[in-house]
């Protein structure tokens, strides 16, 4: 089990609820997938396989989390991804305790099918064209949900022009109609407490 010093690091340093879900996250990774190799990006835990990313976890004050990098093509027997009130990064939702992980058993049957993807060099599909000037407006929808909320539709006014185009892209690049009001509903969320669209990358 080869292992990062810096992800050391960062589970020695997370709140102590955190530390025994990490620990526990991290060596199911390794015994489902013994090639993987550890690092940091966007300073929180990742790890990979066959030089793509496999899966990362993050801890915060309250809560843990943790998610796929292939997600939107990998298989989902257990409906781990179709939450329907995530409130964290990720693909597990809000991670407080052990008990709110899957079991051991489930999980290690979604990573190694994630290291399977990798091995076989499958690709994430083609993002969404980006907005041409013309149509940086936000689409109806998105203004409708923003005009009920006075709170966000002032913070959202006063974000540049490059912030609100993250906000738009991201929302008019939803494939399906469940994806794209779960993302509604987040940057309602985000925008009412004055948070752009990358916040969570943010160095604090």
Same mark, same amino acid.
């Given at each position: 089990?080869?292992?990062?010093?810096?992800? $050391?690091?960062?589970?020695?340093?997370?709140?102590?609820?955190?530390?025994?879900?990490?620990?526990?996250?991290?060596?199911?990774?390794?015994?489902?997938?013994?090639?993987?190799?550890?690092?940091?990006?966007?300073?929180?835990?990742?790890?990979?396989?066959?030089?793509?990313?496999?899966?990362?976890?993050?801890?915060?004050?309250?809560?843990?989390?943790?998610?796929?990098?292939?997600?939107?093509?990998?298989?989902?027997?257990?409906?781990?991804?179709?939450?329907?009130?995530?409130?964290?990064?990720?693909?597990?939702?809000?991670?407080?305790?052990? $008990? $709110?992980?899957?079991?051991?058993?489930?999980?290690?049957?979604?990573?190694?099918?994630?290291?399977?993807?990798?091995?076989?060099?499958?690709?994430?599909?083609?993002?969404?064209?980006?907005?041409?000037?013309?149509?940086?407006?936000?689409?109806?929808?998105?203004?409708?949900?923003?005009?009920?909320?006075?709170?966000?539709?002032?913070?959202?006014?006063?974000?540049?022009?490059?912030?609100?185009?993250?906000?738009?892209?991201?929302?008019?690049?939803?494939?399906?109609?469940?994806?794209?009001?779960?993302?509604?509903?987040?940057?309602?969320?985000?925008?009412?407490?004055?948070?752009?669209?990358?916040?969570?990358?943010?160095?604090?």
């Amino acid at each position: 089990m080869q292992t990062d010093k810096r992800i $050391d690091a960062y589970i020695m340093n997370a709140q102590r609820f955190a530390q025994p879900i990490l620990n526990h996250l991290r060596e199911l990774i390794h015994v489902a997938c013994p090639g993987v190799q550890e690092t940091m990006k966007w300073s929180f835990p990742h790890f990979e396989y066959n030089g793509s990313i496999l899966c990362s976890m993050a801890s915060f004050k309250k809560h843990c989390a943790f998610g796929f990098w292939k997600a939107s093509v990998m298989k989902d027997p257990h409906e781990l991804f179709e939450l329907k009130e995530r409130t964290a990064m990720g693909h597990l939702g809000r991670i407080e305790s052990m $008990d $709110d992980l899957p079991s051991d058993k489930i999980l290690i049957s979604y990573i190694k099918e994630a290291a399977k993807l990798n091995k076989e060099g499958v690709k994430l599909p083609s993002k969404a064209k980006p907005i041409t000037k013309a149509s940086i407006e936000p689409p109806d929808y998105m203004l409708k949900a923003l005009n009920k909320n006075k709170k966000a539709w002032s913070n959202f006014e006063a974000f540049s022009p490059g912030q609100k185009k993250e906000y738009i892209e991201w929302i008019a690049g939803a494939k399906t109609e469940a994806t794209r009001s779960k993302r509604v509903s987040d940057m309602l969320e985000w925008v009412e407490e004055g948070k752009i669209r990358n916040w969570k990358y943010l160095r604090k």
